[in-house]
């Protein structure tokens, strides 16, 4: 993830030296504040060690959070919540939100950015209380959408329908779609951005046009680089879930014969 960043800053100096228009020296010092940002925000706030020359093992570094922080079972695979995890123009968008939000008084934890494909399945064996889609099919699994809930005191805050209300829409004039207006899923802590792009183009790693893209030299390059360490997490997971299955089986057979074997 750092290369992508050392990438796109290389990439900057190249258009600040070849380019007619003036846009990239205003860009990287954009991007310095975006770091900086990144850096700066965080419930809680990890130590990060932001390393050049790291490329291939990026993705370990990213932040997790413990299932339980924030008052909710969310099942046994660690969950990430890191915003590098996220597509660039979609996580600038996430930062501009809780940067918003900060200016009004509310602070916002991140509780889920990117999420592999054994994550989601896992909440979807936890029922549909957690979510209705399965592997693949949540915006979540292409980095294009974030769980958040507004904290008080480091209380995760659920239940405050007045915060949601005014956070919700923050995030809409962001050009977000809210979860708030979700009628049979009410999922307010839920934002995510396609441009209407469906699912059927995504699982065929079809990502978004961006507006602005000048803004995103790099894009292409970051998308992959990011679907590689995607591809990591998702190998780790897949491995975790394994030996959970394991675990779980070996210690209690008896549900393995309840569930069947058919699905
Ligand atoms: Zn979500």
Not at 59 to 64: H, V
Not at 246 to 262: C, D, I, S
């Amino acid at each position: 993830m750092v290369r992508i960043f050392f990438v796109s800053i290389v990439c900057l100096s190249f258009f600040a030296a070849n380019a007619q228009t003036s846009i990239a020296p205003f860009e990287l010092q954009d991007a310095e504040i975006r770091m900086d940002f990144i850096h700066h925000f965080s419930q809680p706030t990890p130590v990060r060690h932001w390393e050049i020359s790291d490329t291939v093992d990026a993705w370990k570094r990213w932040e997790l959070v413990e299932n339980y922080s924030f008052g909710k079972d969310r099942g046994s695979i660690p969950m990430i919540a890191d915003l590098q995890s996220l597509h660039p123009y979609f996580r600038d968008k996430v930062i501009e939100l809780i940067r918003i939000c900060r200016s009004k008084g509310i602070e916002l934890a991140i509780v889920e950015t990117y999420r592999t494909a054994t994550k989601q399945n896992e909440y979807r064996s936890m029922g549909r209380r957690y979510t209705r889609v399965r592997a693949g099919f949540s915006n979540h699994q292409y980095g294009l959408a974030v769980d958040i809930v507004p904290v008080i005191k480091s209380v995760p805050q659920w239940h405050n329908i007045r915060l949601w209300k005014k956070l919700g829409p923050i995030g809409e004039r962001l050009g977000l779609r809210w979860g708030g207006r979700w009628g049979r899923f009410f999922d307010p802590g839920h934002f995510e951005w396609t441009a209407g792009v469906g699912t059927y183009h995504l699982v065929q790693g079809k990502f978004p046009i961006i507006p602005k893209a000048a803004l995103y030299p790099c894009l292409a390059e970051d998308l992959k680089e990011l679907q590689r360490h995607w591809r990591a997490w998702e190998m780790e997971q897949a491995a975790v879930a394994r030996k959970e299955f394991t675990r779980t089986t070996v210690k209690h057979p008896a549900t393995k014969l309840a569930n069947g074997g058919n699905e």
